[in-house]
């Protein structure tokens, strides 16, 4: 689940993400207006409409296939390296407490 200050339009993710859906939407919309338009360039377009769709829907699968195989490879070397994480994790939080201390 992603925090509040995650869901903000300066997060990358969230705005690609938001940016698609509505896409996404307006394409759908598009479609639905031009409904059983018989015109040749409506015609046209509800098709180049129907395929940027369905290559939206297919970018977003394979982004969501990408995003699992990251979290199972990251949850598989935490689970195979625990005390390197353990170590670096701890480095880190030093590193961090060091920046932040006050210095009186």
Known sequence: MLSPSQTDSKHPAIDMRQSLTELTHDLEDIL????????????????????????????????????????????????????????ATTMAAYAIGLLTRSRH
Do not use: C
């Open 32 to 87: 639905q207006h031009l409904g059983d338009a018989a015109d040749d360039q409506a015609v046209s377009i509800k098709e180049k409409a129907s395929k940027a769709l369905g290559s939206l829907r297919d970018l977003e699968q394979q982004a969501q296939g990408r995003l699992r195989a990251a979290g199972h490879d990251t949850q598989k070397f935490v689970h195979e390296n625990p005390w390197m994480v353990i170590a």
